[in-house]
C-alpha cells in the first residue's frame, strides 16, 4: 500500500539507479593503467616508424625524372599584341615545350595555352600528356588518367591534375598539371614506402601533411593526464611503513659491569 502512493520507491528502481563516479585512488590506477597502454602502443610506432624512415635510402625517396629545358626560339614568335587578347586580368607568361613556343596565360582565374607561332589554342589532352611523359623518363608509359583533385602522393598541389604511370622498377607516377600540362612530380615505391611511415609517425591518417592536427593533440593531453595521475598515485602508494627501513634504531643501553661481592 505504501508503494503505491509513493511513500518509497521499489526496490528495482532503487537498483537501477546511476552510480555516481568516485575519484578514488583505485579509479584513478585503473585510467592510468590504461591510458599508459594506449600511450605505450603509440610510443612504440613511433619508435618503430622513425627506425624505418632513417633506414629507406632517401636517395629514392627525393628521386625525379629529369626535367628538361629548352630556350625559347624567338623566329616566328608572334607578339602578346598580336594575340586579340585584350586586357589581361592576370598575366602572360613564355615557354618552350614540344619544340614550340607557348603562350601560358591566366585571365580570371582560367588558364589558357596559346601556340607562339600560330596564336592556336592548345588543348592539354591526354596526347600532350604522353608526348610530355616521354621526355621526363624513358620507361613505356602503362596508363594514363585524369584526376579531379589531387590525392595524396601528389596532395601538395591543387586542382585537376593528369596521373601517368610508367613501366619501371620504381612503378613511378608523375602527375601534371590539367590547365598547363606542366609536370609537377613523380612519386615511386620508394617514396611511398617512406610516405606510410611518415604517416605512423605523426599520425595524421588524413592527410599526412604535419604534426599539428586534433589526433596528436589529443595524445599530447593523454601525456600530460598520465603524468599527473602518475604523480598523484605517487603518494597514494607509500605509507610510513614502507620507509621504516629508514629509519635508525636507538643504540642498546650498555649494562653496568658486574662487581664482585665482598
Do not use: C
Amino acid at each position: 500500500m505504501a508503494a503505491d502512493l509513493g511513500l518509497s520507491p521499489p526496490p528495482q528502481k532503487e537498483e537501477k539507479r546511476m552510480k555516481r563516479i568516485r575519484f578514488t585512488p583505485l579509479f584513478f590506477r585503473r585510467v592510468h593503467k590504461w591510458v599508459g597502454l594506449v600511450l605505450g602502443i603509440q610510443f612504440l610506432l613511433w619508435s618503430l616508424s622513425g627506425a624505418m624512415m632513417a633506414f629507406v635510402d632517401m636517395e629514392d625517396v627525393r628521386a625525379q625524372p629529369p626535367v628538361f629545358s629548352h630556350p625559347i626560339v624567338a623566329e616566328g614568335l608572334l607578339d602578346p599584341d598580336q594575340l586579340g587578347l585584350g586586357k589581361l586580368a592576370g598575366s602572360i607568361r613564355l615557354h618552350m615545350s614540344d619544340g614550340r613556343p607557348i603562350y601560358e596565360i591566366a585571365e580570371n582565374g582560367v588558364v589558357r595555352l596559346l601556340d607562339g607561332r600560330s596564336g592556336d589554342a592548345i588543348v592539354v589532352d591526354e596526347a600532350l600528356i604522353r608526348q610530355r611523359a616521354g621526355l621526363i623518363d624513358g620507361a613505356p608509359v602503362r596508363s594514363v588518367s585524369l584526376l579531379d583533385a589531387a590525392n595524396l602522393e601528389a596532395r601538395e598541389f591543387d586542382g585537376p591534375m593528369w596521373r601517368v604511370d610508367f613501366n619501371d622498377a620504381e612503378n613511378t607516377s608523375a602527375y601534371f598539371s590539367a590547365d598547363t600540362g606542366q609536370f609537377l612530380v613523380a612519386r615511386g615505391d620508394g617514396w611511398r614506402l617512406w610516405d606510410f611511415f611518415w604517416m605512423l609517425h605523426n599520425m595524421d591518417y588524413m592527410n599526412r601533411t604535419s604534426f599539428n592536427h586534433p589526433l596528436i593533440i589529443a595524445v599530447a593531453f593523454g601525456v600530460l593526464f598520465l603524468s599527473g595521475t602518475g604523480f598523484y598515485l605517487l603518494f597514494k602508494s607509500f605509507n610510513r611503513r614502507d620507509f621504516k627501513w629508514l629509519k635508525r634504531t636507538s643504540p642498546m643501553k650498555s649494562k653496568p659491569p658486574l662487581t664482585s661481592a665482598g
